[in-house]
């Protein structure tokens, strides 16, 4: 009954390879999210997309490309992994109207690029 | 958004209630407080938030202070499984809809003591 699902849990992966994390929601939300928490711990959103539509693209490199086939599932591809890339990512959701949405987190992706 | 302040630590007694402080005097009209806490190696869980009004749920409760410029959350009975970092964030409420990204600042690492 998981409801923020994330694959792969770890990864490690060679500098300038491309590998891609998948996220799943079974919440029926329409917004998805990517966050990125690094090794000092700061969490940073990278992007959101409602309905499959980009929302937020924050200042991220554009070799992290969001694909949001449908609205339960954003994944994130990212190409020629560099070193600073290693961290944690948690997909999140959350609904798109109500005031005060709750997001919900992943459990996060640790990539660690070597 | 408006700025948080937390501090970085607190340690609590188990069975004893915590008292999570955070100071947002910038904080405007429409921003909600939030309460988000990450336990060790998983994703960010929403735990309450409020307007203006005092909150309480299954988790806990929220006292704002009448000029809204700070806010405690209160963890009644806390257990080793509390232990975690709290972060207070202040922001719109998505009212009609909205995707915005939480801003996640340092929180205050909340360690529970046997």
């Known amino acids: 009954d998981t409801a923020v699902s994330q694959t792969p849990k770890y990864l490690v992966t060679q500098m300038g390879n491309d590998k891609s994390i998948k996220c799943e929601q079974n919440?029926?939300?329409?917004?998805m999210y990517w966050y990125k928490q690094d090794s000092k711990k700061f969490l940073k959103i990278m992007f959101s997309?409602?309905?499959?539509?980009?929302?937020i693209n924050e200042t991220v490199p554009n070799r992290f490309s969001p694909k949001s086939p449908d609205k339960a599932h954003l994944n994130l591809h990212i190409n020629s992994l560099e070193l600073g890339d290693s961290a944690v990512y948690f997909c999140a959701s959350s609904p798109w109207t109500g005031v005060g949405e709750t997001q919900y987190f992943g459990p996060g992706t640790r990539l660690l690029v070597l | 958004d408006a700025k948080t302040t937390q501090p970085p630590s607190m340690d609590c007694a188990e069975g004893r209630a915590a008292n999570l402080p955070c100071n947002h005097s910038?904080?405007?009209?429409?921003?909600?407080v939030y309460w988000y806490r990450q336990i060790h190696s998983q994703g960010p869980q929403y735990i309450i938030h409020?307007?203006?009004n005092n909150e309480t749920n299954e988790m806990a409760s929220l006292i704002i202070t009448e000029d809204r410029k700070s806010s405690t959350l209160i963890l009644p009975h806390a257990t080793l499984r509390d232990t975690a970092v709290y972060y207070c964030?202040?922001?719109?409420?998505?009212?009609?809809?909205?995707?915005?990204?939480?801003?996640f600042g340092k929180g205050t690492h909340l360690i529970i003591q046997p």
């Open positions: 997309y409602n309905n499959k539509e980009l929302i």
């Open positions: 964030i202040v922001r719109v409420g998505a009212s009609g809809g909205g995707a915005d990204g939480l801003t």
């Open positions: 409020g307007l203006k």
């Open positions: 919440l029926g939300h329409d917004t």
């Open positions: 910038t904080i405007s009209g429409n921003e909600y």
